[in-house]
């Protein structure tokens, strides 16, 4: 690259991204870890992205009508920082960028939502930035239609990387926005043909821009570093009626020693090149110093976007109070006072009917009555709307001629959809459920540990959740999920044994602002347990006695889910041979977990034998089998120990003896 | 659909076909669940493909040069079982068929590859056939430059439908095929416009054929229910020099009142409509009945192959001794008798030399001697080469002019890598073995999952293994992975400390038949544990005394991976206050877990207070702190119960309290 020209043709442009390229440099420097030449490749793509469209103010970093910008490619995490520091965030001051990658830094090494404003997404692991950009793009649409375009009407811009496009969750992401014609999306493609390991072309020949176009994307293709065609590609984009795909041809680590080589993606740090690099874009000033004028356009740039939102501001002022206090709850995610009524009085009808059914079902009767008070919602199936149970009457399908709609169809995408909820919450304004078989977690493991990270509060519906699934077999018979799911910091773990604690789970996962939950729901039919009204949620507290020992205890059995009923039926077999047992349901590890030592002790007494039973492995049983700290009790347990395998559900119970009678014999061989 | 044109058009290309639709219906109704729409949907393209062009023998089911045929499409079972059955499989007479879906059955819900032979794969959730075709057409042209044509030559097919092309895991496929140019590979999509929730459209738009020619494939389109046209299509693709799509345009259910609805994807069981459906086929006889010289011209199909099989088996043994002997060697996976002495040698060298080394180094090191020895590994990244240290210098690359080469760049596609090798693993005469970093594991999970469902040894080399990776933070560094890796069935997680635990980890891994190995490494570097030299592998019983209590056995450290040297400075401190402490080391759990109560026991006497120390989350270890019954003995647990931050590596082991400091104030806390 002609870097003399470049820095000749637009000298304004240039010195604004150079800013850009000199504090990566030096930041990565003083890390002596992180990656310089991303940034230094996109600086003109995202300087003329920041100063000409993007719609923000960076004294509002919250506006709810802001251009949302995500750093797919999150590696390149100072091309995000640097563009936060200059425009002038209150949480970016040049300390911040001085402490990159260092503890309490709200630079960490890659972007992260929860630690600073400014950052919309946590990024890093690749293609999920492109993948929660459809579902911040899928929120505005929503909110749109809701609210109107006076109050919601913005874009989302991406930048992704060859790496975010390699990702199988890219391919999932793009065809469902192309099929939702999301067209307020678009995303700059990194082109600089530059992985790890070497070119692209070293794993990957691909023609991205045919690729997307077979979705129903518009592509455009420019040169990366030419502000001109940056810019107007933009302004063609926000016109377009699909979603925009624009192919940057860039130079990572550009004007560097390093530019175009696998190097450059990493650390650059050498003395003389990165002086020499800085020679040749003209900027002398010392490390992590950014001329006056140059910080002084930039905080230009940040202040740009004040005067559209005062407008926004008289905007949201002048409707009816009553659309505005709807609006500000909705973005705030605060639950309407009518969830917790009609939580109540499901609880209170459904203890009086017994109902024995599917727990799916159950949460199908629960979303019945709290669909229609929490507009906030949005629904999903990736493909399995009939056995998720997950589309409730009054919701309508989100599509390109219905943006009210509140149920979408998937695909068979559960990467893709747990992702897209990810944007959803993290965009405000949505609360956002989708379902899929338990066992396809898997699948959607990766977006499932960010929602966990990214404090995001998306509930997953997932159905089919033991070898109570029956004759799909063990592709289809999650076994280690449940230990999996509970394994994860900051995640809520429901397994409800009928409708009463599945309406309870709901009340909480739709309540909680910063933790994601995980409703693990039976294809099959399950007694009701709770047939004694509370107006009190007991699932809150994780585990309480469902059921007292009929004389002196001696036998605690624990179970959740399917196998409450298995506990109660063995509880009647010990009661009956005289050996006092007590039932504890634990509809939530974790809840439990975080109770208080007495209450623990009040559910879980020393001494008496512990079985627990839950058609899982064992893996996050022990501690409440044997207690924190070891010797409170012996223990046993009744669940499985292999893979599942197909033939009707109850032939399985019996064959992996998951039965009230082995229950009841473990109790019996430990007396 | 004209039936009764297409029966007079081609009768005994229909009678043939007709056969598998009236097994789906007969089975699909006894067992009164499963796929009908699918197998009938796909008949013809089956039939003919089976009866012109698949190079197999029904007799001969593991003939090394047989083409491959993965029905990646898996819910549709019964279109296999019925080309096994009709073709004359020794493993599905027609009780088996009678039988589908019942416990102890070779017709499981969906394929089972560990149940019979001719189960090439284990399909069902959706995108896997198609990711582990890529892997057995790499395997064939593998196995074709080493031992040349005559011996292997051979078509990997794949039927995927609708939902394996929505998967992104088929994009990482797809795209990887492409690049490597594999042209013995052919793919069918079932074009039937049709998922369980609706019509296709309901979630995507795809022009697939689009799609599949931006990553390089050739592709036809066709009628699939023209026995001509799908003749002709198989034939042109056989002849292609790049992976080949036929895109066959069918209707599923084919002939039933639910055809072309997404009813017609279940289980079609009304009795009425089955009966119209024959009638409509001219299909007269009963149930699960074949008239006999439709039976007799399958059979044939299957026999058809047997000469050329024969031909094969004369070519193999023309060629020298030495040659078919490690031909032989090679495909049964058995490992030549030098790797126990090159691994001998190297713990030898280790443990008088007391490297100080990551074990992500230390593993290479191993590789280094291996793959010297071991001609079938086959080793790979996803774009971490250089961080997972798995590239020695003589594997050269695979690459269209290299097909001798064995490594391969898989790209950044953890997901299509480890699919990938479990079809290499699958196809024989492989062993696979390739590596991305710990956390990313989430990506790979559900071919993890199918690696140790499908019993193949696949070896994942899993670097920068906790927060010992440092500045890039919690995105990337894995907490709980080591817990799910553990609580997944029949897949043993070693976690080595040093160079010698090291190389006992690989010889483990690599003499396993049908157990998927997970090594978990670092980023850091660990001191060197194993001073002394013993030629017996001790990390074969999972856990062992690594160093013995100096005085009155009163404390159990017990650790893995990096934190055995924590453990290890832990006891000098208890030693040093007179509190005798035996460190064990416990490289695999499920290792130890197999070893018999005597040798548990010694190695965790009932008694002395237990600490474990580890980098990632408790679950998994109360086992070991408690006991298996509870009561043997008071515990904590040193290591993670939150996600990590981004600092350096030091700083964080610091922040979050895993010091030996920690682990030996725990210790003296429980006395």
Chains 1, 2 share one sequence.
């Not at 003395?271 to 910080?295: L, R, S």
Request: charged share 25%.
């Amino acid at each position: 690259m002609d870097i003399a020209a470049l820095r000749t043709a637009h000298p304004e442009h240039w010195s604004k991204a150079t800013a850009i390229r000199a504090l990566t440099l030096d930041a990565v420097a003083a890390a002596n870890s992180g990656h310089s030449g991303m940034p230094m490749g996109m600086a003109d793509v995202a300087t003329v992205l920041f100063s000409n469209h993007l719609k923000f103010d960076a004294s509002a970093p919250l506006w709810p009508d802001r251009d949302r910008f995500i750093l797919s490619a999150g590696h390149g995490s100072m091309l995000l920082y640097s563009l936060l520091h200059l425009t002038g965030y209150e949480d970016f001051p040049i300390e911040e960028i001085r402490n990159f990658r260092q503890l309490g830094a709200k630079t960490a090494g890659h972007p992260e939502n929860f630690l600073a404003h400014g950052i919309e997404t946590t990024t890093g692991p690749l293609g999920q930035g492109i993948a929660n950009a459809v579902g911040f793009a899928i929120a505005e649409e929503i909110l749109r239609a809701r609210f109107g375009k006076k109050l919601a009407d913005h874009h989302t811009y991406v930048i992704a990387g060859d790496g975010c496009l390699m990702e199988g969750v890219s391919q999932e992401a793009i065809s469902l926005a192309g099929r939702l014609e999301l067209s307020q999306l678009v995303v700059f493609w990194d082109n600089n043909n530059i992985t790890i390991d070497g070119t692209v072309d070293l794993a990957d020949r691909t023609d991205q821009v045919a690729r997307f176009k077979a979705s129903g994307w518009d592509v455009q293709e420019i040169d990366g570093h030419d502000p001109v065609a940056i810019d107007a590609a933009i302004a063609k984009a926000k016109k377009g009626k699909r979603p925009q795909m624009i192919a940057c041809k860039t130079h990572i680590a550009l004007g560097h020693a390093a530019q175009d080589t696998s190097k450059g993606h990493g650390a650059l740090t050498d003395k003389d090149q990165m002086q020499a690099a800085k020679e040749a874009y003209g900027w002398t000033t010392g490390p992590f110093e950014v001329p006056a004028e140059v910080k002084s356009a930039w905080e230009e740039v940040g202040r740009r976007g004040a005067e559209e939102r005062f407008a926004w501001e008289g905007r949201l002022a002048d409707v009816s109070d009553r659309k505005r206090e709807e609006f500000e709850r909705t973005m705030a995610g605060t639950a309407p006072k009518k969830l917790a009524s009609v939580i109540r009085a499901l609880k209170k009808q459904a203890s009086e009917a017994g109902h024995s059914v599917a727990t799916r079902k159950a949460s199908e009767m629960v979303l019945e009555v709290v669909n229609p008070v929490l507009p906030e919602t949005v629904g999903g199936s990736a493909d399995l709307t009939g056995s998720n149970n997950t589309k409730t009457g009054d919701l309508g399908v989100f599509d390109t001629d219905n943006r009210e709609g509140r149920f979408i169809h998937y695909g068979i995408r559960e990467h893709g959809m747990a992702a897209a909820m990810n944007g959803m919450a993290l965009h405000g304004g949505i609360r956002p459920y989708s379902g899929t078989f338990m066992c396809f977690t898997d699948y959607a493991r990766p977006a499932m540990r960010l929602s966990a990270l990214m404090q995001q509060p998306v509930v997953y519906v997932m159905t089919h959740d033991s070898i109570g699934l029956g004759e799909d077999g063990p592709t289809h018979q999650p076994v280690e999920h449940l230990a999996i799911s509970r394994a994860t910091p900051n995640t809520l773990v429901f397994r409800p044994a009928d409708v009463v604690e599945t309406a309870e789970a709901w009340e909480i996962a739709l309540t909680q602002s910063g933790t994601p939950s995980v409703l693990s729901l039976t294809r099959q039919n399950t007694p009701a347990v709770r047939r004694d009204h509370k107006t009190r949620n007991l699932t809150e507290q994780g585990a309480y006695v469902l059921a007292e020992a009929g004389s002196k205890r001696q036998a605690i059995l624990i179970a959740t889910g399917s196998e409450v009923g298995i506990a109660m039926e063995a509880r009647d077999m010990l009661e009956a041979e005289g050996i006092g047992t007590r039932v504890v349901s634990m509809p939530c590890m974790e809840l439990f977990a975080a109770q208080d030592d007495a209450y623990r002790k009040r559910i879980l007494p020393a001494g008496p034998v512990r079985v627990a039973v839950e058609a899982g492995v064992r893996m996050g049983w022990d501690r409440w089998l044997m207690g924190e700290r070891g010797r409170e009790a012996k223990a046993a347990f009744v669940g499985m120990s292999s893979f599942g395998a197909s033939a009707p559900a109850e032939v399985l119970y019996d064959h992996f003896g998951i039965t009230a009678e082995a229950v009841a014999a473990q109790a019996k061989a430990l007396l």
